[in-house]
């Protein structure tokens, strides 16, 4: 059943010269049929790099968003439209214009999991695998941080000359979990590495043994010597790596570390939206595109190596 689906979108995607770019939340069935895998700096990467005609984004909107922006040229879908981020609609514009003029003197630095219009109105944007070398790289000192005060404040703690300012939003899905969680789970295998994301809370960082965006997290479990990992992310990674990696284990910190907007999107949508009956094809006015997209091509000449 599973590897009927996967011919057909195999065969339309081929047909229509559609590339299927992947975050690596997605389930593994997902993940066979798609033409590049990643975090989303890898996605927004290979958004710009994309020869195809037709791009379908299987994540959240703003994934896809920001392959629109990269890419006016391109259709660009997102086969279950209701597959947003949360932290992504924490902030609107009116809000962050009221923090401007508390701090008028600060850059704004955005994570990507931010609405295109928020985007208009930032200086930079960063991904949690290349946002403490973008901050780095960036001379300007005094910088706002919006939304994510998780991963702020990972980022104020990697870059002690820098002065940020975080705010208060947060990824429902990671925030949730706390130091207990960690004990607990080592508790039952005090063998294994603790691997997190930065989205996660300070209290939960300070135990983990390394902390990362989710291909990081990935290609650390692989490269390492150690057989038996903690997860500190979406469990879709747990799955992932048990697949690729049979020799070692993986245990998810929590069973509930699900991102049900992540999850929203299952093969059976990429099949629909392949053959035209679900999925939607996302649109930007110019001048909105055109803004953001100065957030993001910055985002892209500081981080790129
Ligand atoms: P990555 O940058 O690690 O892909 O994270 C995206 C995200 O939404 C994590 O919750
Ligand atoms: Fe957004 Fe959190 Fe889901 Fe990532 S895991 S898409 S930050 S809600």
Redesign the pocket.
């Known amino acids: 059943m599973i590897k009927d689906i996967q011919e057909q979108i195999l065969k339309l995607k081929k047909e229509h010269d559609v590339c299927i770019l992947a975050?690596?939340?997605q389930t593994h069935d997902i993940l066979e049929v798609a033409d590049y895998i990643?975090?989303?700096?890898g996605?927004a990467q290979q958004a710009a790099k994309a020869a195809n005609k037709v791009v379908m984004m299987c994540g959240?909107r703003f994934m896809a968003e920001t392959v629109k922006i990269l890419c006016p040229e391109k259709t660009v879908l997102l086969p279950e439209p209701d597959a947003g981020?949360p932290?992504a609609e924490q902030l609107d514009t009116e809000m962050l214009a009221r923090l401007k003029a508390e701090y008028p003197y600060h850059a704004v630095v955005a994570y990507?999991?931010t609405t295109a219009e928020l985007k208009t109105q930032c200086d930079v944007c960063v991904?949690?695998?290349s946002a403490v070398k973008i901050i780095r790289n960036m001379l300007e000192d005094k910088i706002l941080f919006i939304p994510d005060r998780n991963l702020g404040g990972y980022i104020k703690a990697q870059c002690p000359e820098k002065s940020i300012v975080t705010v208060k939003g947060c990824?429902p899905?990671?925030a949730r979990f706390t130091a207990k969680d960690v004990e607990r789970a080592k508790e039952a295998h005090p063998n294994a590495f603790v691997l997190v994301?930065p989205?996660c809370g300070a209290d939960v960082v300070e135990k983990a043994d390394f902390v990362g965006?989710?291909?990081?997290i990935m290609s650390y479990a692989k490269k390492s010597d150690r057989t038996e990992f903690i997860i500190g992310?979406?469990n879709s990674i747990v799955q992932h790596l048990g697949i690729d990696c049979p020799e070692k284990r993986f245990y998810p910190l929590s069973k509930d570390f699900i991102?049900s907007n992540?999850q929203l999107t299952k093969l059976g949508s990429v099949l629909r939206c392949l053959q035209g009956k679900g999925g939607e094809e996302i649109v930007l006015d110019e001048q909105t595109r055109l803004a953001a997209k100065k957030s993001i091509d910055r985002m892209l000449e500081l981080g790129n190596d």
Not at 38 to 41: A, L, N, V, Y
Not at 213 to 216: A, D, I, K, L, V
């Open positions: 975050h690596c939340y990643g975090d989303s700096f996605l959240v981020c932290m990507i999991n991904t949690s695998s990824c899905t990671h994301h989205e965006s989710t291909t990081e992310t979406e991102c992540m």
